[in-house]
Structure formats: C-alpha cells, structure tokens
C-alpha cells in the first residue's frame, strides 16, 4: 500500500525567508503523480504543485519549487520570500489511478507559520 | 467561474441520525470524490463517482454512500452516525482522467 511520511509536525519562520518542507512516500509504482496541497484556515484544500514521475525536471510555480527525488522517493516544498498568506497547513500527496480512478493519499501534514 | 462548492458548511447531528451533504462539481468537471479529514490528519479517500457510478472506493463501511446525479453534483450519505464519524468532509472535482483535482472548503459534520 502507497504510504506518504512528512516527519515535520510543526515549522517556523521569518518573512522572507526560505523553508522546505519534507516528504517521503512509498509505493511500487513506476508512473505516478505527487502533489503539494496548503490548507489554510478557510479548510480548502488549494493545490500548489504537482509533479509527474516520469518528468526528471523539478517542478516550480512561482515562489514554490519541489525537489523530486525518485530512486530516494523524496518529494520536498520549498517555498521562497515566504509570505504572511503562506501560513497553513502543507500536506503532501500521492496519486494512485485505480481502475481509472485518481484517489489521493495524503501526509499527516506540516503547520507552516511566517512569523512578521 | 465557480468552484467546488459544498453544502452546509456546519453540521451537527446526534448518534443514530442520517446525514446528507451536498457537492457542486467546478463548472466543466465530471468526477466528484469524496474525503474524510478527522481532526489533526491527512484526508482520507472515501470514494469516487463518474458517469453517476461508484468507481472507486476507499476503507470505509457501507454505512457511507453516495450519488452522482446527470449534472454531475454528488451527495455523501452517512447512515446510523457515530461520534467517530465527526470530521470535515471535502469533496473534491476533476475532468476525466486529468490528474488535477480541486477541492471545496467542506463540510464540518459534529456527532455528539
């Protein structure tokens, strides 16, 4: 069974500065999808990132890049000239496709705080 | 263009009751799922309904259910409610077999 592993509870940093948030998965798939989602206190789920398994090049949108490491089945975020707004919840998934279907297995997920 | 929408946003029920809630897809989408996120933790997947069918189920018991109807918004239903069954139900849409799905801000279900 695919598991996802953010061993990071709780982090915290200045405005401004740089953090990267860890996650390992495991799964015996070849091709598959991962993604970073944040949860703010509104509890909606927005996605920040995703990244496909066959691509080797690192994904990045605007301040958000990952560092995606197959053979080491490492996925982290990091997030640069963090913002007050980045405060949330960081929870990393994994997609699996079954039948067709596209379920999503989440981390326990990060507490981010940008501290002013 | 809206997004995922849900209904209600709060909800609270006794043990033993029924509870329903309700999930429009974002315009343009055709897959609805739905996850269960209990307080402190990652969601977890429920199920996944497409062309009005269940195609995808996760580890929950029969007392949850769904539907999809032909304008693709979906409903969860949960039969004989236990304290445990308290949580945030989110649910989530996508087109196809796009790997992209987007979530609305959820239901908080309280059983006392």
């Known amino acids: 069974a695919q598991t996802v592993t953010q061993s990071q509870p709780e982090m915290s940093v200045q405005e401004a500065e740089t953090v990267t948030l860890s996650c390992t998965y495991d799964t015996s798939e070849s091709n598959y999808y991962l993604f970073w989602y944040k949860q703010p206190p509104s509890r909606q789920m927005i996605l920040v990132i995703r990244?496909?398994?066959?691509?080797?090049q690192n994904a990045t949108e605007n301040r958000f890049s990952v560092n995606f490491q197959k053979a080491a089945k490492s996925f982290s975020l990091k997030i640069s000239d963090s913002q007050l707004g980045d405060t949330a919840m960081y929870f990393c998934?994994?997609?699996?496709?079954?039948?067709?279907?596209?379920?999503?297995?989440f981390g326990q997920g990060t507490r981010l705080t940008i501290n002013p | 263009d809206a997004g995922v929408t849900q209904s209600p946003t709060h909800l609270i029920k006794t043990r033993g009751q029924q509870v329903t809630l309700r999930c429009s897809p974002k315009?343009?989408?055709?897959?609805v799922s739905w996850y269960q996120q209990a307080l402190g933790q990652g969601p977890q997947f429920i199920f996944q309904?497409?062309?009005?069918?269940?195609?995808q189920r996760g580890n929950f018991p029969d007392r949850f259910s769904g539907h999809q109807f032909p304008n693709y918004s979906s409903e969860l239903n949960v039969n004989a409610l236990l304290l445990g069954d308290s949580a945030l139900y989110l649910c989530a849409s996508s087109l196809g077999a796009i790997k992209k799905l987007f979530f609305g801000s959820g239901t908080q279900l309280s059983v006392l």
């Open positions: 998934a994994f997609m699996k496709s079954i039948q067709g279907a596209q379920k999503l297995v």
């Open positions: 309904y497409y062309e009005e069918e269940e195609r």
């Open positions: 315009s343009g989408h055709d897959t």
């Open positions: 990244q496909e398994a066959y691509k080797q």
